[in-house]
């Protein structure tokens, strides 16, 4: 009986805590600071020693790539970015989901508004 309720509990627990962070390519779903339009795109995040390597491709025309760093005890990504020209920078914030999703808020420098994405894990990178 202790043997089943210990299995039972070792499953339900990772269960629970199934994933944390992956590294490799995400589904990305996101609206625009002020949530007037959507947009949709990948992301592509490695490890980068202690940090993580944080890469957009949004349509086929954006690009953006970062530079994060994890907060692992609350599950939080916090990534500084900037678009290929080094025209545009921001920062954006994901918590970490039971399953492996990341849902964050972003904003420009200049931001006064906020916008939403939601990462959903596709596979490990082959980049």
């Known amino acids: 009986m202790?043997?089943?309720i210990i299995c039972l509990f070792l499953a339900l627990i990772n269960?629970?805590?199934?994933?944390g962070?992956?590294?490799?390519t995400y589904d990305l779903y996101g609206t625009n600071a002020?949530?007037?339009?959507a947009y949709h795109g990948e992301?592509?995040?490695?490890p980068q020693g202690d940090n993580y390597s944080v890469v957009w491709m949004i349509g086929?025309?954006?690009?953006q790539v970062?530079?994060?760093i994890l907060n692992s005890w609350e599950d939080i990504l916090s990534?500084?970015?900037t678009d290929l020209n080094r025209s545009q920078w921001g920062v954006v914030s994901y918590k970490v989901g039971a399953w492996g999703e990341l849902k964050g808020k972003w904003t420009t420098i200049q931001g006064t508004t906020q916008g939403n994405e939601t990462l959903t894990w596709k596979s490990y990178s082959t980049y």
């Open 2 to 4: 202790n043997k089943a």
């Open 15 to 19: 269960t629970t805590f199934a994933w």
């Open 21 to 24: 962070l992956k590294t490799g």
């Open 34 to 37: 002020g949530g007037y339009s």
């Open 43 to 46: 992301v592509i995040i490695t």
């Open 60 to 63: 086929n025309t954006q690009a």
């Open 66 to 68: 970062g530079v994060g």
């Open 79 to 81: 990534v500084a970015y």
